[in-house]
C-alpha cells in the first residue's frame, strides 16, 4: 500500500494563492469565482499527496523540484522531503515560472 503524503505550503505558496485571488478580482471577477478557483487549487494541490512523484522533475531549476499544471493557467511547484510534500509556488497566468524561480522572483501577476 502506498501511503499518502502530508501537504505542507511554504509561505511563498500562501502569498501565491493570495496574489492570484486578489489579480483575479482586481481584473474584474467575482470573489466567489476567485475563491472557487483558489478552493481547486488548493484540492490538487492537497491530491499530490497520493502520488508526489507524478510531477515532472525540474532538478534542471531546483534540486528536488517537481511541477504539476492546473487547468492550463497555473503551475504547482513542490517538493518532496521526507513523508511531506511542501507546495513552494503556484505559478498563475502563464508567467515564466522557470526563470522566476531560477531568479528567485516574485509571482505577483499584476
Do not use: W
Request: with cysteine.
Amino acid at each position: 500500500m502506498i501511503q499518502r503524503l502530508e501537504i505542507e505550503y511554504r509561505d511563498s505558496a500562501g502569498n501565491d494563492l493570495t496574489n492570484i485571488l486578489k489579480y483575479i478580482v482586481e481584473a474584474g471577477g467575482s470573489l466567489d469565482a476567485a475563491l472557487r478557483f483558489v478552493l481547486r487549487i488548493e484540492d490538487r494541490c492537497q491530491s499530490i499527496g497520493n502520488a508526489p512523484r507524478g510531477g515532472r522533475s525540474r532538478d534542471d531549476i531546483m534540486p528536488g523540484l517537481r511541477t504539476v499544471p492546473f487547468e492550463h493557467s497555473a503551475v504547482i511547484a513542490y517538493v518532496i522531503e521526507g513523508d511531506r510534500v511542501f507546495i513552494v509556488n503556484v505559478f498563475y497566468g502563464g508567467r515564466d515560472y522557470e526563470t522566476m524561480m531560477r531568479e528567485g522572483g516574485s509571482n505577483d501577476p499584476s
